[in-house]
């Protein structure tokens, strides 16, 4: 099994800033993407940002700028750097990785979600 640990959300006031960590353990093969999805009330999941192992980074239009993704391949862990905060970044936020395990194909896991809230 996988289980991947979500930290860092909270309320910010709108202009600040927050970082999420996101730690992958247990059965670990080699971490293809990880990435953030956010998902707001009655909308879609939507991606934020993927990186992959090779530190190919993809940002959301909506967040170009403004965050930042980073990855430490040694800790299995992903951070999402976000800045300049809008009450429209208000979401429940979601680590996905994507693994390759040894037999092929893929596997993909979710974090539980953690919620950020952005006051105006």
């Known amino acids: 099994q996988v289980q991947l640990v979500e930290s860092g959300g909270g309320l910010v006031q709108a202009g600040g800033s927050l970082t999420l960590s996101c730690a992958a353990s247990?059965?670990?093969?080699?971490?293809?993407?990880m990435g953030w999805y956010r998902q707001g009330p009655g909308k879609q999941r939507e991606l934020v940002a993927d990186i992959t192992r090779g530190g190919s980074i993809n940002y959301a239009d909506f967040v170009k700028g403004r965050f930042t993704i980073s990855r430490d391949n040694a800790k299995n862990t992903v951070y999402l750097q976000m800045n300049s905060l809008k009450p429209e970044d208000t979401s429940v936020y979601y680590c996905?990785?994507?693994?390759?395990?040894?037999?092929?194909?893929?596997?993909?896991?979710w974090g539980q979600g953690t919620q950020i809230t952005v006051s105006s």
């Open positions: 247990g059965n670990i093969f080699s971490i293809n993407r």
């Open positions: 996905n990785i994507v693994m390759v395990p040894p037999w092929g194909g893929t596997r993909e896991y």
